[in-house]
């Protein structure tokens, strides 16, 4: 098989993987935060009121300094290994919900910022050890296309398990004599957890798929490629991995890209999990059970268009990739954001209120067509941050796919942490500054970076 072909098989297992495994997590981020709000309502002794927000930032803060260690375990483990082992801690994680409590819950949450971890620095070495200079933006496009269309499947998994509030019912035959207050309320809370197990365990099912994905996918580089596939005589220890690290993170390149890593972690915390939250929590949106489910299904669907326009692009336009792309991200989400901050009432982001908007009221076709203007930035954003960290130090890439990361993922934990206390205005000003000083900073790294490549 032609090498070229190769690559793209490759990288199309490495989608396919990324989508299993994706459909459950990045789905039932869109409602963990209510789900686990209503546990806490029903029981409270069982989990925090906003341990949806609190178990991302657990889970965040522990892939942040795992993103340290990361390239090393890559050297220990191999790219598919760190892809096999990161995907099974996802799959634990949404067993957890089984049987929900805090221990089990916030345990887990912290060991899939390992797998997170692992899974990253996993996937940008495969993707590097099988593309070339030429197939980089390519492949990586494709493969975040075909990745993120986990959003479509997990929005279709979700209409098919999400109950209405009026199909959860119980025996009305039975007379209050014969069922007091307390055993219908009990009676509704095992009716509700059979939905939540019932869901949750979908979910599982299909993260399992992808550990077989990761477990089955080729390990022969192709020629010419950007990294080659890892050999044990030249890993190297902890502590010289910890200084590549260490050196790498303070190159002016990296410092100059900070900015872009926080802005891609900005955005796609609020889109995973804050603007999901409100639309369960704005009143006026509150009879469309099924929002949730469709809201996921047409941001993969914008993610995976922009996935194929970019490739197709790429092919014609030299670097489009790259600040284009970026440039392109960045406009689409910041009109996105702009229809948010007009019609989301501000503290619709932690509690269920009915507030009036600045402008335009909340609507079914409106939070869709947010959606849509998100998954087609979201693909801008993460292929011309992907590429660029590929080719801005051709000799420490383990290092930087780790370091971008790691300013994400501490971007992402923050955010989580003070979540609870963040309005709509809060996020747009700061997601708006994010996005100036990323546009500024990015393109004098990508310039740098081409002048190199001349050479």
């Known amino acids: 098989m032609r090498d070229s072909m190769y690559g793209l098989l490759s990288a199309l297992m490495l989608g396919l993987g990324q989508m299993c495994m994706f459909t459950g997590y990045d789905t039932q981020s869109f409602i963990v935060e209510p789900v686990l709000h209503s546990v806490h309502d029903r029981q409270p002794g069982t989990i925090d009121a906003h341990a949806g927000y609190y178990g991302q930032a657990v889970c965040m803060i522990v892939y942040t300094f795992a993103n340290l260690a990361a390239p090393w375990a890559l050297g220990l483990l ?17 067993l957890s ?6 221990i089990p819950f916030y345990f887990t949450a912290g060991l899939m910022g390992i797998g997170f971890a692992l899974y990253y ?16 933006e390519r492949n990586s496009a494709l493969t975040w296309a075909v990745g993120t269309s986990c959003m479509i499947v997990g929005g279709v998994v979700m209409l098919f398990t999400i109950r209405p509030p009026g199909d959860v019912t119980i025996d009305e035959s039975l007379t209050m004599t ?16 059979g939905y939540r197990e019932f869901m949750y365990g979908a979910f599982a099912v299909v993260s399992f798929i992808s550990n077989i994905i990761f477990a089955c996918v ?9 990294a080659e596939v890892n050999k044990r005589k030249d890993r190297i220890g902890f ?17 100059r890209m900070a900015p872009v890593f926080c802005f891609v972690g900005t955005t796609t915390c609020f889109w995973i999990a804050v603007y999901p939250t409100t639309l369960t929590f704005t009143q006026k949106l509150s009879n469309y059970v099924y929002l949730p489910a469709y809201y996921s299904i047409v941001l993969g669907f914008g993610d995976m268009l922009m996935g194929f326009i970019i490739t197709a692009l790429s092919k014609r336009i030299p670097n489009f990739a790259q600040m284009p792309a970026l440039i392109i991200g960045a406009v689409l989400y910041m009109s996105a954001m702009v229809l948010v901050l007009i019609s989301t009432p501000a503290w619709s982001t932690n509690t269920p209120n009915d507030e009036p908007t600045l402008w335009l009221e909340p609507s079914f076709e409106l939070a869709l067509l947010i959606a849509l203007l998100f998954g087609l930035a979201d693909n801008c954003l993460n292929t011309s941050r992907t590429v660029l960290c590929a080719l801005c130090m051709p000799d420490q890439r383990a290092q930087v796919f780790s370091i971008s990361k790691f300013y994400q993922s501490l971007t992402a934990s923050i955010l989580m942490f003070i979540a609870p206390w963040m309005s709509v205005p809060m996020y747009f ?14 393109r ?12």
Request: contains cysteine.
């Open 121 to 136: 620095t996993g996937n940008g070495g495969y993707l590097t050890e099988h593309s070339s200079r030429e197939t980089i």
């Open 218 to 226: 080729p390990t022969r580089s192709v020629a010419n490629s950007l």
């Open 178 to 193: 014969e069922m007091n207050a307390t055993n219908k309320i009990t009676a509704i809370n095992e009716t509700m957890r």
């Open 444 to 455: 004098k790294v990508a310039s740098k970076t081409r002048k190199v490549e001349r050479k």
């Open 78 to 94: 191999g790219s598919k290994m760190a892809l096999v082992l990161g995907s099974s801690t996802f799959t634990l994680y949404l």
């Open 239 to 255: 502590g010289e991995q910890m200084k590549k690290i260490k050196d790498a993170l303070i190159d002016c390149r990296m410092v």
């Open 97 to 102: 919900f089984m049987f929900v409590h805090a």
């Open 429 to 442: 000003v700061l997601i708006a500054v994010n996005c100036v000083a990323s546009l500024i900073l990015y």
